[in-house]
Nanobody, 121 residues
Framework: QVQLVESGGGLVQPGGSLRLSCAVSGSIVSINFMGWYRQAPGKQRELVASSTSGGSTNYVDSVKGRFTISRDNAKNTVYLQMNSLKPEDTAVYYC???????????????WGQGTLVTVSS
């Protein structure tokens, strides 16, 4: 297993932007799938963005066009750029390695502490 440390959350007004970082212990070059999840109060954790080592990305409909997942292999870090934030984006955000299970992505590692994003005026 790897260790995952998320950072970059905070309080932001609606329409604002944040960039989340996920520092991964060890090299991420060989990691096929990485993803960002979020868990809002009272809701289940959901996968909002995923990326492959080949550069393909996928997003849940609610964040398409606003969020961008990216990797910096040299820094062993995965990012989530979040623009045009909405109050409904308020959640704790987590990153994880993913594996494919019958066409669905599942989280591979133990969860980190996450980083809280609050979108409010």
């Amino acid at each position: 297993q790897v260790q995952l440390v998320e950072s970059g959350g905070g309080l932001v007004q609606p329409g604002g932007s944040l960039r989340l970082s996920c520092a991964v212990s060890g090299s991420i070059v060989s990691i096929n799938f990485m993803g960002w999840y979020r868990q809002a109060p009272g809701k289940q954790r959901e996968l909002v963005a995923s990326s492959t080592s080949g550069g393909s990305t996928n997003y849940v409909d609610s964040v398409k066009g606003r969020f961008t997942i990216s990797r910096d292999n040299a820094k062993n870090t995965v990012y989530l750029q979040m623009n045009s934030l909405k109050p409904e984006d308020t959640a704790v955000y987590y990153c994880n390695r993913l594996y494919s299970d019958n066409g669905f992505f599942r989280a591979l590692d133990a969860w980190g502490q996450g980083t809280l994003v609050t979108v409010s005026s």
